[in-house]
């Protein structure tokens, strides 16, 4: 996701003070900053997060909870009336800004403010939203006017040194934070082959990629993530396991098949990288993989996300869908099979940039927690996970 076809993106970080080593989470007393635990990787929620997310998600109901699973898109620009009361009223936790806005910083934040103001309460405080784009630079960047710098393309910021990569990557984020969000939908993580290049069609065509060798990939988006989270923005690596092999673009093309990539491919490294990094958000391709798993979508693949992502790599952080509501990658599956199938295979986030698809897609994450126990549990640990995303971002407060 995050094509210019659509103006949109794929795809918990400790908001941290790097220059002392201090995670800001929220707590009981209020916001209380303590010392990072020895060791915890850069960008890993610290343990009084995890706390807060407790207290928060006992306060909950079950509505609430099923909301915090998904991520609503609505208008950068103008977000529709209907589409933030659609969301408000499914207690959606998340929401990514989406099309194109030239507005600016100031003015993109008066419409962040506007959207938060939304947000559902818990025992009286506010469960805060995380506000998301595509800022990925080229012809994929949502947000520009004054304020915010013209973003080269990836593959323009592979051939910068890592140095002035994550230099630059910090800036960007500090736009995206003084315009009031927490979350980009990058870095694009694919490595597409010299010999395919632009016969790519999601990554290499718009030159999204920042290189065409794992080695150059693994180190700049590397840096990218670096950037992001000295500024206190986290980030996202994009599209596991990799949309670098593939010629169809899931947005645009049913059966995107990818006969190349193995559970070993070296392809995989930034993904790796990234992980070991302390990378909170990791968001699963809609593409086929024949040589990982036959049968599914990554999607909805517990062998994708459970197996190899969870397991293989150790994440555990937040694996948030590419676009579920109009990609044409999913279309011959309901919205709420949608939802159902990717919770179910272990996913965390379910992202839709068409807010008119959630309330399907609540209803049947509703109605399978009604009969699945197993689902149940699953529903409950991606819920923990996105509030300790959220308390390690300073958006939840806890009494």
Request: glycine share 12%; with cysteine.
């Amino acid at each position: 996701m995050g094509t210019p076809v659509r103006r949109r993106a794929r795809g918990g970080s400790a908001a941290r003070r790097a220059s002392v080593g201090l995670v800001t989470t929220v707590l009981a007393a209020g916001v209380c900053t303590v010392p990072a635990a020895a060791g915890t990787a850069p960008g890993l929620p610290a343990a009084p997060a995890a706390g807060c997310a407790d207290t928060v998600y006992a306060g909950m109901t079950q509505a609430q909870r099923v909301g915090q699973l998904f991520m609503g898109g609505v208008a950068a620009a103008r977000p529709s009336t209907t589409d933030l009361q659609t969301l408000r009223t499914n207690h959606v936790g998340s929401v990514m800004l989406t099309g194109r806005s030239s507005a600016g910083t100031a003015a993109t934040r008066k419409v962040v403010d506007g959207i938060r103001a939304g947000a559902d309460t818990v025992g009286g405080r506010q469960v805060g939203l995380l506000v998301s784009t595509d800022q990925e630079g080229g012809q994929v960047q949502v947000l520009s006017g004054p304020g915010f710098s013209v973003m080269p393309n990836a593959l323009t910021q592979g051939t910068w040194s890592t140095t002035t990569l994550r230099s630059r990557a910090q800036t960007w984020a500090g736009q995206l934070k003084a315009a009031g969000l927490d979350l980009n939908l990058a870095p694009v993580a694919d490595v597409v082959p010299a010999s395919l290049g632009t016969r790519n069609a999601p990554i290499g065509h718009f030159y999204r990629e920042y290189g065409h060798t794992p080695a150059v990939v693994t180190s700049h988006t590397g840096a990218f993530a670096a950037g992001f989270r000295t500024a206190g923005v986290m980030t996202t690596f994009k599209h596991f396991p990799g949309l670098g092999q593939v010629i169809g673009n899931t947005d645009t093309t049913a059966n995107v098949v990818d006969s190349v990539t193995t559970t070993s491919s070296a392809s995989l490294q930034p993904f790796q990288s990234g992980i070991k990094a302390g990378a909170p958000f990791v968001m699963i391709s809609s593409a086929k993989y024949t040589k990982i798993d036959s049968k599914h979508l990554a999607a909805f693949s517990p062998t994708v996300i459970n197996s190899l992502l969870r397991t293989k790599f150790g994440f555990k952080g937040v694996v948030i869908s590419d676009d579920l509501g109009q990609a044409v990658a999913v279309r011959a599956y309901t919205p709420a099979q949608r939802a159902v199938q990717f919770i179910g295979a272990g996913g965390d986030m379910v992202l839709t940039v068409k807010a008119s698809t959630v309330p399907a897609m609540v209803q049947g994450v509703q109605a399978q927690m009604a009969k699945d126990a197993a689902f149940r549990a699953k529903v409950a640990a991606s819920v923990h996970r996105i509030l300790t995303a959220k308390a390690a971002a300073g958006r939840l407060t806890c009494s």
